[in-house]
């Protein structure tokens, strides 16, 4: 009897039964069937035999042996005891020929508790084992709305497509978010191939994140894996050695200790921030003595893109307005993930130490290689990412569409007038709900038909069969050399549209001055200095990245209205999101002396009530509104993929 071995484990269970003791916990192994006393059953399913994961092994099926063990599975029981000297003997066993014999155990959460073989398992945890054979029935609890339970079903759903239990999460949402990561949509994408590399590159990032001193921080690794793969796509690592993944997960060590909170965002909203009194040796003294190379990277073409277009236009803005002080360098058709990585490769092979990618589909590879690239400024145009290595820029487009909801509601012969909204992303509702807003201010009666322009699915096609409106805001942007005049507020009804309005962006605004910011040494003046903190810069009219233009047709009156409007945003006089509003249905509800926060207009997901439509679900977007909408779009079509 190996009585060394035996007193060696029994300090362990004394430990821990003295620390569970002193915190007050619950000190030996958890009951099952005390457990199940406050649970509501669904229904048991037998799994046949499975490898359990020795990890997850909480305790027992039933109190018989509770007090044998501590709660980490290790002997109470003194070692004269028959407890331990049949203890040794199946260590002693489990050294020469191991334990083949499959333990019975009952599995409830993705957590099991043992039936028979608790001292198998306490054999096997004393040996560092990683697994056990058993046959498990599983116990399945009646849905409710707890967190625990929602993950427990996301779970069930993960298993029946993969047969992996040995990951697990505490926030809802990963198990779908990891199968997407994975590219998994049903059992037959998990080949035995798909299997065993899956487990490789879990377990090597594991064994990085554990060594790093992650099993003391309060997220999963299952937690800390998905985080990971935010910067590193899935494809990447399979081939990355559990050191190599030590020297990348050490620069994104913040996002594990902050988990599951993200960064706070901290919004910019114009474009003189800065401290205004700066160093008169920056005002005589230029800080760089050559030029400096910026680069603007595009999702896709000039020719092919109204978005890339506009943008393009910015960049020779800031070309003209800088002259030598800059060199611009512009890269096209970063479209698909290779594109990206050789695109990046490539400007920063150019010099490139400003760096702008000009759509959010970029933004996960705009994380990576500022993560690789510390000493580079990466600017990601997007909204509400949460991310503290780069920064983001977008624009407050409501305030422009507010104003062209007004024109609108002022010129418009009926009450029915019509909007083409792009994507259900982070600020495209509220550019809506600014639409109708401001023409309800001016018509309380009107309506504002929304068709989206990227979907696939014929339910709007039957909601506006019948509908004839007088006035459609359409796109922002129109490609170069496009034949057509359906963009801005325009009047469908003329042979030729009759375009009366148009809400532009003025990206040279913003492009020249953020670069002359960094090149005086007052950008950073900006960053606070919480890490877990995120800036976005969200510059609204005021800033004059974004305004309205008006056709010369208007009656000057009308103009003089809107301008007056557009004076009082401006001046932070006039707000389009104050007082009273309600969505479509009544369940919205704000007071007459409240306003809007930021972040509610930027995630707003409800239509306002004299607006008729409806905001599309993913399944009914086209593949490419898909690809925007999985990065950007707001949660209630995020959630109806779930």
């Not at 487990?199 to 299952?222: C, H, M, Q, V, W």
Request: hydrophobic fraction near 35%; charged fraction near 25%; proline fraction near 4%.
């Amino acid at each position: 009897m190996d009585i060394q071995v035996y007193e060696r484990v029994y300090k362990l269970a004394m430990k821990e039964y003295r620390k569970k003791t002193l915190h007050g916990e619950w000190p030996y192994l958890w009951v099952l069937d005390e457990i199940l006393t406050h649970v509501d059953v669904a229904k048991e399913v037998e799994l046949g035999l499975v490898d359990i994961p020795i990890d997850q092994i909480m305790g027992t099926k039933t109190e018989g042996r509770t007090n044998a063990f501590a709660a980490n599975f290790m002997p109470l029981l003194p070692s004269d005891s028959e407890f331990a000297y049949k203890w040794c003997q199946l260590y002693e066993s489990h050294l020469e020929e191991g334990i083949h014999e499959p333990i019975k155990a009952y599995e409830f959460l993705n957590r099991f508790y043992v039936l028979e073989g608790n001292k198998r398992v306490s054999v096997l945890k004393s040996c560092d084992a990683v697994s056990v054979p058993g046959t498990v029935t599983r116990i399945i609890p009646k849905p409710d709305d707890s967190d625990e339970n929602r993950i427990y079903y996301e779970f069930l759903d993960f298993y029946e497509k993969t047969g992996v239990n040995y990951i697990n999460f505490s926030q809802p949402g990963s198990f779908p978010a990891l199968l997407k990561s994975i590219r998994v949509e049903n059992e037959d994408d998990f080949t035995d191939e798909v299997r065993e590399q899956f487990y490789s590159s879990y377990i090597n990032f594991r064994a990085a994140f554990e060594k790093n001193g992650g099993d003391k921080l309060s997220l999963t690794p299952g937690d800390a894996f998905l985080v990971y793969l935010n910067y590193h796509p899935y494809d990447e690592i399979k081939d990355k050695t559990a050191d190599g993944i030590k020297k990348e997960i050490v620069k994104i060590w913040d996002d594990f200790v902050y988990y599951p909170n993200k960064p706070e965002v901290k919004l910019i909203m114009d474009g003189d921030t800065t401290d205004k009194k700066q160093n008169l040796v920056k005002k005589i003294l230029p800080l760089v003595s050559s030029p400096v190379k910026v680069a603007f990277i595009h999702a896709k073409t000039v020719e092919t893109s109204s978005w890339t277009y506009g943008h393009d236009l910015g960049a020779n803005h800031l070309k003209g307005a800088l002259g030598d002080k800059v060199i611009v360098n512009s890269y096209f058709g970063a479209d698909s993930q290779d594109n990206q990585m050789s695109i990046f490769d490539k400007a920063i092979e150019d010099g490139n130490t400003i760096i702008f990618s000009t759509s959010a589909q970029l933004v996960g590879t705009s994380m990576k290689y500022a993560l690789d690239y510390p000493k580079l400024h990466f600017l990601n145009c997007s909204l509400n990412t949460n991310s503290r290595y780069i920064r983001t820029y977008y624009g407050r487009l409501y305030e422009a569409k507010f104003l062209m909801g007004a024109l609108a509601g002022v010129l418009s012969p009926t009450n029915e007038i019509g909007y083409t909204a792009a994507y259900p992303i982070y600020g495209g509702i509220a550019n809506i709900n600014a639409f109708a807003l401001g023409a309800k201010m001016v018509n309380p009666n009107i309506k504002v038909y929304v068709k989206w322009s990227h979907l696939n699915s014929e339910r709007q096609d039957e909601l506006l069969k019948d509908v004839h409106v007088s006035l459609i805001s359409g796109a922002d942007f129109i490609k170069p050399g496009a034949n057509t005049q359906e963009f801005g507020l325009y009047n469908p009804n003329e042979e030729v549209p009759d375009n009366l309005a148009m809400a532009v962006w003025d990206w040279g605004v913003y492009y020249e001055k953020t670069v002359q910011k960094i090149l005086a040494g007052t950008w950073k003046q900006e960053v606070g200095g919480d890490k877990n903190e995120t800036l976005n810069d969200w510059w609204g009219m005021s800033s004059g990245m974004i305004d309205v233009i008006f056709s010369k047709k208007l009656p000057p009156d009308t103009v003089r209205l809107i301008n007056l409007l557009k004076k009082g945003i401006c001046q932070g006089e006039f707000d389009p999101f104050a007082g009273m509003r309600y969505t479509k249905d009544g369940t919205h509800y704000v007071k007459v002396t409240d306003k809007l926060t930021s972040e509610q207009i930027i995630t707003m997901d409800w239509l306002a009530e004299n607006v008729i439509g409806f905001i599309p679900t993913m399944e009914e977007l086209s593949d490419y509104a898909k690809s925007i909408v999985e990065v950007q779009g707001v949660s209630k079509v995020k959630e109806s993929e779930a």
